[in-house]
Each structure stands twice: as structure tokens, then as C-alpha cells.
């Protein structure tokens, strides 16, 4: 019974090991990210030093909103995205006569959808999990369909990263 209980603890900390060391990596592409964003929008600015804020940047003159997220694959590997309702939340509470907008940059460039009241349903919210780091990690999410997303004018790429996740089973954005 002693031998399993401290299994289980080792166990336990692997996997937090292993969930810390993939979070970290994400946040050092998702830096990388966001400083390939900025070197071409130069209208925008961190919104603040967290790294764990609701929202990335905002426009240095104007009433924007803008959520980067970097991805390890090609625009055309999922059919739509999951984002944490959070950002949407802190748009409606923080910015609601302003413009929110979510860019992703992909190994085959950037794509962006800005937020349409219109196309954000109920019945495309609902709770879900990721696994991806080791660990489940729940949030409450609306879906983006992959259609209403746009390339940008701009030529910019996400660094290749050879932490590439292989078979993605969800296209979550938190």
C-alpha cells in the first residue's frame, strides 16, 4: 500500500512536470508569436506584462482588441476553432463600442476573424477540455468556424517548432 501511494505521488509529478514543460514551451512560441505580430502591426501595443491576460494587445490610438493566437499546424487542419469565452466576456464588458479581433498565425501565415455579434450563437458555446499538456484543462468555449476567418495581407509565418502535435483532435484557443 506505501509502495502505490508513492507511485501515484511520482506519477502525479511527472505528469505535472510534463504539463509545466509544454505550457512553458507554449508560452515561448506564443512570445515568439507575438513579436513576429507586432514587428507589423506597429499600431498596437501589449495590453499588459500578464502573460495569463484575457486579452493581448490593443490599438495605441483607436478602440481595437486583438487576441493572437500561434499555432503548430496549417490554417486548413481544423474546420473551426474553440476560444475561451473569456476574451469575448472582457470585449463586451471592457470595449463593447470598440472592435475585438482574433488573429492566428499559422506555419502558413495569418488569418483573422473580427468578432460579429451576428455569428456568435448559443449553440455554438458549450464547456470543453483540453489534454494536450498532461493534464485536463476545462473552459467554457464558442466555436469559430474556419470559413468566417480571413488572410491577411500581410506575409507572416509562425516559427516552425518541432513540438509539433502530430493528430490535433481539438483546435482550442484559450
Known amino acids: 500500500m ?22 512553458t514551451n507554449d508560452l515561448k512560441f506564443g512570445e ?3 513579436y ?10 501589449k495590453k499588459s506584462n500578464n502573460k495569463m491576460d484575457e ?19 496549417n490554417f486548413t487542419d481544423c474546420k473551426d476553432w474553440k476560444v475561451s469565452m473569456n476574451k469575448l466576456i472582457y470585449h463586451q464588458t471592457h470595449n463593447k463600442n470598440g472592435d475585438f479581433f482574433v488573429y492566428m498565425l499559422f506555419y502558413d501565415g495569418l488569418y483573422f476573424w473580427k468578432y460579429n455579434e ?17 493534464k485536463t484543462e476545462k473552459n467554457f468555449y464558442f466555436n469559430i ?3 468566417l ?3 491577411s495581407k ?12 502530430k493528430n490535433i483532435q481539438e483546435c482550442l484557443i484559450d
Open 2 to 23: 506505501i509502495f502505490k501511494n508513492k507511485f501515484n505521488i511520482y506519477k502525479g509529478m511527472v505528469l505535472l512536470y510534463l504539463m509545466n514543460s509544454r505550457k
Open 36 to 45: 513576429i505580430f507586432l514587428s507589423v502591426f506597429k499600431n498596437y501595443k
Open 32 to 34: 515568439e508569436c507575438e
Open 118 to 134: 451576428k455569428e456568435v450563437h448559443k449553440k455554438d458555446c458549450a464547456w470543453d477540455e483540453r489534454v494536450d499538456r498532461g
Open 149 to 151: 476567418f480571413t488572410k
Open 145 to 147: 468556424k474556419r470559413q
Open 154 to 165: 500581410y506575409d507572416i509565418y509562425a516559427p516552425k517548432d518541432m513540438s509539433n502535435v
Open 55 to 73: 486579452i493581448d494587445f490593443k490599438h495605441k490610438t483607436k478602440n481595437k482588441l486583438a487576441e493572437l493566437k500561434g499555432r503548430k499546424y
